[in-house]
């Protein structure tokens, strides 16, 4: 199969291209680079099933040449992303899906939007369920992000009821894992590159706030296995297993070595207070479960990390 993936250059869409070129896809990559790296595609250099487009996608967008998929991950991700580009993130969740799935029709191509767990809110019902329509504030700085990719699962299944797009939509919660970038605003990243430099973990609010945190070669499987086998409803992909952000810095304390003290700052607004996947739909809809643990992904990213900034 040939196949398009927007955002490739990032953090997930780069690891979803090793995927399916280990599967035997041919894959065309596209980015603009807003967020995502170059350094993330350098392996892929030589490699004739992969082919890279510089590309900003809330433009007209074409590909030569047939199309059996179109994977539209671009956008910026992270809650520092997205607030200091928040025109930015508006336009890829209308514009860009917009463009990507205009050409996902005129190829006669499947679909799958990178949507996520951002759309519930901050949730009143937990764990999260599918049916859940979410409790988004529209107007506060985090609904760029949030409201982008409603309106994005809007317009996926418009196309998919009126032009019968085939078509998957994937709630993506908290994921984690090499490649992410140094202080990207995620708990993750930032708790464990303040962790190598020895500098204070900044913890927002009491800590007790809850994550579920799914390491990414667990979430590429599933999404590879919705694309595949999956059907229009939106799906969550995640690891249920809840931690507060107090755990999670004292995981990433205890397997660096660190000696960094923790520090407190006020809770940003809106930010959820819970948030953890109902996996129902993907444990019966694919056979999917999530395999690493915490620990274990820890020590991968941090080993990571630790060539990063060395």
Not at 126 to 133: A, G, L, N, R, V
Not at 226 to 252: D, I, K, M, S, W
């Amino acid at each position: 199969m040939r196949v398009l993936i927007t955002g490739v250059a990032g953090f997930l869409g780069s690891h979803l291209a090793d995927r399916l070129l280990a599967a035997g896809y041919e894959v065309v990559g596209m980015d603009n680079f807003i967020t995502g790296s170059p350094d993330n595609l350098a392996h892929l250099t030589g490699n004739g099933r992969f082919s890279f487009y510089r590309h900003d996608v809330t433009n007209f967008t074409y590909v030569a040449g047939p199309l059996d998929g179109v994977f539209h991950f671009a956008s910026p991700a992270s809650p520092r992303d997205y607030l200091e580009l928040p025109i930015q993130t508006l336009k890829v969740g209308s514009l860009g899906t917009h463009k990507a799935l205009g050409l996902a029709l005129a190829k006669k191509a499947r679909f799958l939007l990178a949507s996520t767990s951002e759309v519930y809110g901050d949730p009143l019902v937990h764990p999260q369920p599918e049916s859940y329509w979410g409790n988004v504030n529209p107007i506060g700085p985090r609904g760029v992000y949030d409201e982008a990719k409603r309106f994005a699962e809007a317009l996926v299944m418009a196309y998919h009821r009126y032009h019968g797009v085939d078509t998957r939509i994937v709630r993506i919660f908290n994921t984690y894992g090499p490649r992410m970038r140094p202080r990207d605003g995620r708990v993750v990243s930032n708790f464990i590159v303040q962790a190598l430099s020895e500098e204070p973990l900044t913890l927002y609010g009491d800590g007790g706030q809850t994550r579920s945190f799914c390491y990414v070669d667990d979430l590429i499987e599933g999404i590879v296995g919705l694309f595949e086998r999956g059907t229009p409803e939106p799906t969550n992909v995640g690891n249920p297993v809840e931690f507060t952000v107090l755990q999670l810095a004292e995981h990433v304390l205890r397997l660096t070595g660190s000696r960094s003290p923790i520090v407190r700052e006020p809770l940003p607004e809106d930010d959820p207070k819970v948030r953890q996947p109902d996996i129902s739909r993907a444990r019966a809809l694919l056979g999917w479960e999530p395999k690493v643990p915490l620990a274990e992904g820890l020590e991968r990213t941090i080993a990571y990390f630790r060539t990063k900034l060395a």
